[in-house]
T-cell receptor
Framework: NAGVMQNPRHLVRRRGQEARLRCSPM?????VYWYRQLPEEGLKFMVY????????ESGMPKERFSAEFPKEGPSILRIQQVVRGDSAAYFC?????????????FGSGTQLSVL | GDSVTQMEGPVTLSEEAFLTINCTYT??????LFWYVQYPGEGLQLLLK?????DKGSNKGFEATYRKETTSFHLEKGSVQVSDSAVYFC?????????????FGTGTRLQVTL
C-alpha cells in the first residue's frame, strides 16, 4: 500500500511564475491536508479538503494560493505569481474518514525554491 | 491561539544516552497531544499520542506524559540508538471542528553518534 505521494520533490520557480504541487493520498483516504514549513518554523496548517470540497482554508493566504481535490486525480496546491517568501517545504497529509484526531499520514514534501 | 514550543536543536547524543526533548503548549480547550518524527528523506510519521491529562503515550521505547498542570508533553527515551536520528515534532489538535488540524512546534533535530 503506497504512502502519500507528493511530486515534484523539488521545484524551482522564478518570481512571477506559477507553482503546482501535487499530492496523491493513500488508497482509501478521502481527506487531504496541506501544511507549509517556512525556514526555522514549524509546520503551519493551510487547508483541509475532502473530495471536491474545501472544508477549512483558514490557513491559506488570501491571494495567489488555491487548492483543489477533484473527484478523480490528485490534490493540487497552486501558487500563482510566486514570490521569494513562498520558498518553503510544502507537506501534504491524508487520513481516512474514521481516523482518530491527529493521525495523519504525511508525504515527503515538496521543496519550493523561488529565485 | 494555540501554540507549541519545543526545545531548539540540534541535540547531539552518544548511543545509549538518555533523551529528553521538552515540549510545552498553549491551548484554549483540552487538546490531544502528539509527537511526530521525520526521518531523513521521508514524511512525518506519528510516533505517539495522548488524548487526556495524565495519559502516557509510548512507542518504540519513546514515552511522553500529558501534564495538564504544567502544559507539557516532554518526549523521553532511556537509551537512544543511531537509528533514532531524525527531526521530532511536538503537535496538538483541538478536537472540535476539523479534528485533524494540527498545530506543530518548530521541530528538534536529534543526532545520535556511536
Amino acid at each position: 500500500n503506497a504512502g502519500v505521494m507528493q511530486n515534484p520533490r523539488h521545484l524551482v520557480r522564478r518570481r512571477g511564475q506559477e507553482a503546482r504541487l501535487r499530492c496523491s493520498p493513500m488508497k482509501g483516504h478521502s481527506h487531504v491536508y496541506w501544511y507549509r514549513q517556512l525556514p526555522e518554523e514549524g509546520l503551519k496548517f493551510m487547508v483541509y479538503l475532502q473530495k471536491e470540497n474545501i472544508i477549512d482554508e483558514s490557513g491559506m493566504p488570501k491571494e495567489r494560493f488555491s487548492a483543489e481535490f477533484p473527484k478523480e486525480g490528485p490534490s493540487i496546491l497552486r501558487i500563482q505569481q510566486v514570490v521569494r517568501g513562498d520558498s518553503a517545504a510544502y507537506f501534504c497529509a491524508s487520513s481516512p474518514p474514521s481516523t482518530g484526531a491527529g493521525k495523519l499520514f504525511f508525504g515527503s514534501g515538496t521543496q519550493l525554491s523561488v529565485l | 491561539g494555540d501554540s507549541v514550543t519545543q526545545m531548539e536543536g540540534p541535540v547531539t547524543l552518544s548511543e545509549e544516552a538518555f533523551l529528553t526533548i521538552n515540549c510545552t503548549y498553549t491551548a484554549t480547550g483540552y487538546p490531544s497531544l502528539f509527537w511526530y518524527v521525520q526521518y531523513p528523506g521521508e514524511g512525518l510519521q506519528l510516533l505517539l499520542k495522548a488524548t487526556k491529562a495524565d495519559d502516557k503515550g509510548s512507542n518504540k521505547g519513546f514515552e511522553a506524559t500529558y501534564r495538564k498542570e504544567t502544559t507539557s508533553f516532554h518526549l523521553e527515551k532511556g537509551s537512544v540508538q543511531v537509528s533514532d536520528s531524525a527531526v521530532y515534532f511536538c503537535a496538538l489538535s483541538e478536537l472540535a471542528g476539523t479534528a485533524s488540524k494540527l498545530t506543530f512546534g518548530t521541530g528538534t533535530r536529534l543526532q545520535v553518534t556511536l
